[in-house]
């Protein structure tokens, strides 16, 4: 590419809203202009960067992940929502329109829906599964507080894979390897990232991990042990931890009486919700001495979870082991009762994302309605709890805990049946029975990983990209070629050879003093620059520099070609 005929629109200041370091070199550098809140164009030279990550995904999404693509539309009909029971409880995040027809629609925040639809119309026999599809999209969700730029953005662009299977040990199968396929593609962009259990969020279901790339600006809180494997994000933590274990300030919350009500699907019932408004929190008094909070959310009764699957539904930070759980209950393994429920509601914090009617119950026959985090529960209880659980043993005994902070750039869920059941998106298996298909997500934040990348990689110049993220590897300066036609054969012939050489190239032939030049090359963090100038011509040699360590070496011509292959 020749700049000159190129885009390349630098800022010397950054808007004085741009809070992050990724946010205002992006701006600076040129990669994305904002349109409006949370919106924002990614120009000629941020979308390179952008399609550099997705050739990345792609692949690993074909070679390790082993998944289709294939691409949706970014508008759903709402009675797919009806259907799955999200059209009530999303929220606002979710951007409802009508048509000219006055019929509802979404612009997708996410396609388990109308991945589901696209599943049950064609695929009717055990034979044809599993299924393991993927698309990259545009996503729009109506963000309460849009900020840091594309980092939490409200139109984004996201990779996301749905995969659909007759049995547990299939999905499972699957979910490890999207988790390698996601393993490798955060190494090969060269970030410093570690998975991380995961809470699972508004979107359901048992099994998660989450990527978080590691920054101090992060938004998440991850808890990690430097000896073990150990490694959770404390929204997870939290909602085990025994700090969590006080009384909630439960002024607006009300105690109502429901009388026989005793799973969470009756107690939706009676109150008329959705179940996945619902969420149940037990404190179990005694397991090492120390209190124990359960969460139980969403269409889970604690009568109908086995005892080997309750670690799944939270990470067992404050239990030492699965079994410590079941002796909690005093049942065998696999064979969990009725329980009782002793203790006192705990509410978890990211029970408010799921909207602002959430239930904990904790005794037969009565019930909180309407808790309410930050209002209910003060926020400092959470920046408490995050002083306590740092420095305590890792629940897998082998270390203390530490905390540090990410930032999310992938998300893997086992959703199991939650949408196939609601969805009818059923199978005959080899009995000619009718079975619910388990099914998987899979997200990646493709322009999110851009700006937690730039949030990894900066100095005081610019961006310093990796060079599988770079919009081009290679800058070719010429300096005063104007004055000296020799600067100017030489630039182009070095360029042509590279192009030839399949190396993606920048020659900077714009009429600009070199040290703009020089400036410019560095704020976009590409990682290698050829400055050709008259006094090295004249020695036969140009001089090579190395963005990342700020190398910078003399070369003959010849070997400059060399060097970067
Ligand atoms: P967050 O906790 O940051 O709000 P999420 O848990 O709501 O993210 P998921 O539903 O897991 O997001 O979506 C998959 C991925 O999409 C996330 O891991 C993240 O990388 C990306 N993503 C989600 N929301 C945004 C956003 N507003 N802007 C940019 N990327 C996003
Ligand atoms: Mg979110
Ligand atoms: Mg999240
Ligand atoms: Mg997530």
């Known amino acids: 590419m020749r700049a000159s005929q190129y885009l390349i629109t630098t800022l010397k200041e950054a808007p004085a809203e741009a809070e992050l370091i990724s946010h205002r070199l992006m701006i600076r550098a040129g990669l994305?202009?904002?349109?409006?809140?949370g919106l924002y164009t990614w120009m000629p030279v941020g979308l390179k960067v952008l399609r550099k990550v997705e050739a990345v995904v792609r692949d690993e999404m074909a070679k390790t992940a082993k998944a289709l693509e294939l691409l949706m539309p970014a508008v759903q009909p709402a009675e797919l929502w009806q259907e799955s029971g999200r059209w009530e409880f999303y929220g606002k995040e979710l951007l409802r329109l009508k048509d000219r027809h006055e019929r509802d629609f979404v612009i997708g925040p996410t396609h388990e829906e109308v991945v589901t639809d696209v599943v049950r119309r064609d695929i009717k026999s055990y034979r044809q599964l599993p299924v393991n599809l993927y698309q990259i999209q545009t996503k729009f969700r109506d963000e309460i507080r849009p900020r840091f730029g594309v980092m939490r953005a409200r139109e984004f662009v996201m990779k996301d894979g749905y995969s659909f299977h007759t049995d547990f040990a299939s999905l499972e199968k699957t979910y490890w390897d999207y988790y390698n396929a996601y393993c490798n593609v955060f190494t090969r962009l060269g970030l410093k990232f570690r998975p991380v259990a995961a809470d699972t969020g508004s979107i359901g279901g048992t099994g998660s991990h989450e990527f978080q790339v590691l920054a101090d600006s992060g938004e998440d809180a991850i808890v990690w042990c430097p000896t073990s494997d150990f490694a959770a994000n404390i929204e997870l933590a939290e909602?085990?931890?025994?700090?969590?274990?006080?009384?909630?300030?439960?002024?607006?919350?009300?105690?109502?009486h429901t009388p026989g009500v005793k799973t969470i699907a009756q107690l939706a019932d009676f109150l008329k919700i959705p179940v996945e408004k619902t969420v149940k929190a037990v404190v179990v008094d005694g397991?090492?001495?120390?209190?124990?909070?359960l969460m139980v959310r969403g269409d889970h009764s604690l009568n109908e979870i086995k005892a080997e699957k309750l670690p799944q539904v939270k990470s067992p930070l404050a239990f030492?082991?699965?079994?410590s759980i079941v002796e909690?209950?005093?049942?065998?393994?696999?064979?969990?009762?009725?329980?009782?429920?002793?203790?006192?509601?705990?509410?978890?914090?990211?029970?408010?994302?799921?909207?602002?009617?959430?239930?904990?119950?904790?005794?037969d026959d009565m019930h909180f309605t309407g808790a309410n985090i930050g209002r209910d529960i003060p926020e400092p209880l959470v920046a408490d709890i995050r002083n306590v659980v740092e420095g305590d043993q890792s629940p897998d005994g082998k270390g203390v805990l530490e905390i540090c902070r990410g930032i999310e750039v992938g998300h893997i869920f086992q959703l199991r049946t939650k949408y196939s059941e609601a969805m009818q998106c059923t199978y005959l298996d080899a009995d000619g029975q009718s079975v619910p298909m388990e099914m998987g997500c899979y997200g990646i934040g493709i322009s999110r990983v851009v700006a937690a990348c730039i949030e990894q990689n900066n100095d005081d110049k610019g961006i310093i990209f990796p060079a599988a993220m770079a919009p081009f590897t290679l800058a070719i300066v010429p300096v005063a070629a104007d004055?000296?036609?020799?600067?100017?054969e030489t630039a182009d012939s070095l360029y042509q050879s590279l192009l030839a050489a399949g190396v993606d190239v920048l020659?900077?032939?714009?009429?600009?003093?070199?040290?703009?030049?020089?400036?410019?090359?560095?704020l976009l963090g590409i990682p290698f620059r050829v400055t050709v100038g008259g006094k090295g011509l004249e020695k036969g040699i140009v001089e090579f520099a190395i963005r990342a360590t700020g190398e910078v070496k003399e070369l003959p011509v010849g070997e400059a070609l060399a060097l970067i292959q």
């Open 507 to 522: 020659l900077d032939d714009r009429a600009e003093r070199p040290g703009v030049k020089f400036a410019d090359m560095e």
């Open 287 to 293: 397991v090492d001495g120390k209190p124990v909070l």
């Open 328 to 363: 909690a209950f005093g049942a065998a393994p696999g064979s969990l009762g009725p329980v009782n429920f002793p203790g006192t509601v705990i509410m978890d914090r990211t029970v408010d994302r799921m909207g602002d009617f959430v239930i904990g119950a904790n005794e």
């Open 320 to 323: 030492s082991t699965p079994e």
């Open 32 to 37: 994305i202009k904002r349109l409006g809140s």
């Open 239 to 256: 909602a085990v931890s025994p700090a969590h274990a006080r009384p909630a300030a439960a002024e607006s919350m009300t105690k109502v």
């Open 483 to 488: 004055k000296n036609p020799q600067v100017a």
